[in-house]
C-alpha cells in the first residue's frame, strides 16, 4: 500500500512538472514571438474562423438571454391575468347572467396562458439551450489548438536552434576532446569524443521527436477545427429559422384562442348589461304603475268641486219673481237649479211682460 501511495505521489509530481515546465516554454516562446526574436505560426482563414465563431456565440448568447427575459415576461403577464380574472370571479354574483360561462371563460383562458408558456419553453427555448451547449466544447478545442501551435513552434525553433548550433558545438568540442584523447591510455583513446558525438546526437533526436509529436498533436486538432467550425458557423441559420418559427406559430394560436375567449366575455357582459337594463326599465314601470293607482283613488274619495264662473264676470242678483208669473222649474218638473244662461233669459222675458202689461193699461 505504501509502495502505491509513493508511486501516485511520485506520477502526480511528475505531472506537474511537466505541466510546469510546458507552460514557462510557452510564456518564453510568446515573449519571444511578441520581442519579433521567433517567428510565429498564422493561419488567415482559421483566424476568419474563429472570428466567425465568437460572433455566433455571442449572438446566440444574446439570443438565449432575451429569450429567457421573453419568458419571464411571459409568466408575468400570466400571472397578472390570472389575478385580474380571479377577481372577477370573486365579484360575479351567482344570480347573475352567465356565471358558469364567465367561469368556464376563466379556466380557459389559464390553460392558454399555461400551454403558451410551456410550448415556448419546449420548442424555442430549448432549442436555444442545445445549440449554445456545443459552444463551450469548440471553444476548449481551440484554446487548446491555440496552445498545442506554441508547442509547436517552440520545439520548432529549437529543433532549428540545434540544426544551427550542431557544427559549432562540434568544432569547439573538437579540440578539447584531442588534447584529453592524446593524454589518455591507448585503451581509453576514441571514447571521449564518441561520448561527446553520442550526447550531441542524443539531445538532436530528442529535439527531432518533440518536433514530430508536437506537428502531429497540433495538426489533428486544426483539422478537426477547419472541419467542425464552418458546419457550426452554417448551422446558425437554421436554429434561427426554427426558433422564431415555432414562436410565430405559438404566438398567432395563443391570440387566436385569446381573441375568442375575449369575446366570449364581451358576449356575457353585454347580456349581463341588458339583464340590468331590463330589471331597471321593469322597475320603473313598476313605480309609474303605483303612482296611477294612487291617484285615480284620491280622484275617487274626494267630493266634485263646484262650476266657477267665468273671470272678470260678477254673479247678478237674483229678483223676485210674481205670483203670475209661471215657474219654470215647476212646469218643468224639475227641482234643479236653473243655469245662469236660462236665469238671464228669465228675467229677459219678466221684463218684457211687464212692458207690455204698462202699454196694455195705457191703451
Same mark, same amino acid.
Given at each position: 500500500?505504501?509502495?502505491?501511495?509513493?508511486?501516485? !505521489?511520485?506520477?502526480?509530481?511528475?505531472?506537474?512538472?511537466? #505541466?510546469?515546465?510546458?507552460?514557462?516554454?510557452?510564456? +518564453?516562446?510568446?515573449?519571444?514571438? !511578441?520581442?519579433? $526574436?521567433?517567428?510565429?505560426?498564422?493561419?488567415?482563414?482559421?483566424?476568419? *474562423?474563429?472570428?466567425?465563431?465568437?460572433?455566433?456565440?455571442?449572438?446566440?448568447? @444574446?439570443?438565449?438571454?432575451?429569450?429567457?427575459?421573453?419568458?419571464?415576461?411571459?409568466?408575468?403577464?400570466?400571472? %397578472?391575468?390570472?389575478?385580474?380574472?380571479?377577481?372577477?370571479?370573486?365579484?360575479?354574483?351567482?344570480?347573475?347572467?352567465? @356565471?358558469? =360561462?364567465?367561469?368556464?371563460?376563466?379556466?380557459?383562458?389559464?390553460?392558454?396562458?399555461?400551454?403558451?408558456?410551456?410550448?415556448?419553453?419546449?420548442?424555442?427555448?430549448?432549442?436555444?439551450?442545445?445549440?449554445?451547449?456545443?459552444?463551450?466544447?469548440? $471553444? /476548449?478545442?481551440?484554446? !487548446?489548438?491555440?496552445?498545442? *501551435?506554441? &508547442?509547436?513552434?517552440? %520545439?520548432?525553433?529549437?529543433?532549428?536552434?540545434?540544426?544551427?548550433?550542431?557544427?559549432? &558545438?562540434?568544432? !569547439?568540442?573538437?579540440?578539447?576532446?584531442?588534447?584529453?584523447?592524446?593524454?589518455?591510455?591507448?585503451?581509453?583513446?576514441?571514447?571521449?569524443?564518441?561520448?561527446?558525438?553520442? +550526447?550531441?546526437?542524443?539531445?538532436?533526436?530528442? /529535439?527531432?521527436?518533440?518536433?514530430?509529436?508536437?506537428?502531429?498533436?497540433?495538426?489533428?486538432?486544426?483539422? =478537426?477545427?477547419?472541419?467542425?467550425?464552418?458546419?457550426?458557423? &452554417?448551422?446558425?441559420?437554421?436554429?434561427?429559422?426554427? #426558433?422564431? +418559427?415555432?414562436?410565430?406559430?405559438?404566438? =398567432?394560436?395563443?391570440? $387566436? =384562442?385569446?381573441?375568442?375567449?375575449?369575446?366570449?366575455?364581451?358576449?356575457?357582459? #353585454?347580456?349581463?348589461?341588458?339583464?340590468?337594463?331590463?330589471?331597471?326599465?321593469?322597475?320603473?314601470? $313598476?313605480?309609474? &304603475? @303605483?303612482?296611477?293607482?294612487?291617484?285615480?283613488?284620491?280622484?275617487?274619495?274626494?267630493?266634485?268641486? @263646484?262650476?266657477?264662473?267665468?273671470?272678470?264676470?260678477?254673479?247678478?242678483? %237674483?229678483?223676485?219673481?210674481?205670483?203670475?208669473?209661471?215657474?219654470?222649474?215647476? +212646469?218643468?218638473?224639475?227641482?234643479? /237649479?236653473?243655469?245662469?244662461? %236660462?236665469?238671464?233669459?228669465?228675467?229677459?222675458?219678466?221684463?218684457?211682460?211687464?212692458? /207690455?202689461?204698462?202699454?196694455?193699461?195705457?191703451?
Amino acid at each position: 500500500m505504501a509502495e502505491t501511495g509513493n508511486t501516485g !505521489k511520485g506520477v502526480t509530481a511528475g505531472k506537474l512538472a511537466s #505541466t510546469v515546465q510546458k507552460r514557462l516554454s510557452r510564456a +518564453q516562446e510568446k515573449v519571444l514571438q !511578441k520581442l519579433g $526574436k521567433a517567428d510565429e505560426t498564422r493561419d488567415a482563414v482559421f483566424e476568419e *474562423m474563429v472570428a466567425n465563431f465568437n460572433k455566433q456565440m455571442g449572438e446566440g448568447t @444574446k439570443l438565449q438571454r432575451d429569450m429567457k427575459a421573453y419568458m419571464v415576461a411571459v409568466k408575468t403577464l400570466h400571472e %397578472a391575468s390570472r389575478r385580474l380574472q380571479d377577481c372577477l370571479a370573486d365579484m360575479y354574483e351567482p344570480e347573475w347572467f352567465g @356565471k358558469e =360561462e364567465m367561469n368556464a371563460v376563466v379556466e380557459d383562458t389559464d390553460t392558454l396562458w399555461l400551454d403558451f408558456h410551456q410550448n415556448i419553453t419546449d420548442n424555442s427555448m430549448l432549442s436555444i439551450d442545445s445549440y449554445l451547449a456545443q459552444f463551450p466544447e469548440v $471553444k /476548449a478545442r481551440i484554446a !487548446k489548438r491555440d496552445r498545442k *501551435m506554441v &508547442d509547436f513552434d517552440s %520545439a520548432r525553433h529549437h529543433f532549428s536552434s540545434l540544426q544551427k548550433g550542431k557544427k559549432k &558545438d562540434e568544432a !569547439k568540442i573538437a579540440k578539447p576532446t584531442a588534447l584529453l584523447e592524446m593524454a589518455a591510455p591507448s585503451w581509453a583513446q576514441g571514447l571521449l569524443s564518441a561520448h561527446q558525438v553520442a +550526447q550531441t546526437n542524443l539531445s538532436y533526436n530528442q /529535439a527531432e521527436e518533440e518536433l514530430g509529436r508536437s506537428q502531429k498533436i497540433f495538426e489533428e486538432l486544426n483539422v =478537426e477545427l477547419q472541419d467542425q467550425l464552418p458546419v457550426l458557423w &452554417d448551422s446558425r441559420v437554421g436554429v434561427y429559422v426554427n #426558433t422564431f +418559427q415555432n414562436l410565430a406559430n405559438h404566438q =398567432e394560436k395563443f391570440h $387566436k =384562442e385569446m381573441s375568442k375567449l375575449s369575446q366570449n366575455l364581451n358576449d356575457i357582459m #353585454t347580456k349581463l348589461d341588458e339583464q340590468r337594463q331590463i330589471k331597471k326599465d321593469g322597475a320603473a314601470a $313598476k313605480a309609474g &304603475d @303605483k303612482s296611477e293607482d294612487a291617484n285615480h283613488s284620491q280622484a275617487a274619495s274626494s267630493p266634485p268641486r @263646484k262650476a266657477s264662473l267665468p273671470p272678470g264676470r260678477p254673479p247678478r242678483p %237674483a229678483e223676485p219673481l210674481d205670483e203670475d208669473t209661471p215657474d219654470i222649474n215647476t +212646469q218643468c218638473g224639475t227641482t234643479q /237649479a236653473p243655469s245662469w244662461d %236660462a236665469r238671464v233669459r228669465l228675467v229677459s222675458l219678466h221684463f218684457l211682460f211687464k212692458v /207690455a202689461l204698462l202699454f196694455f193699461s195705457a191703451c
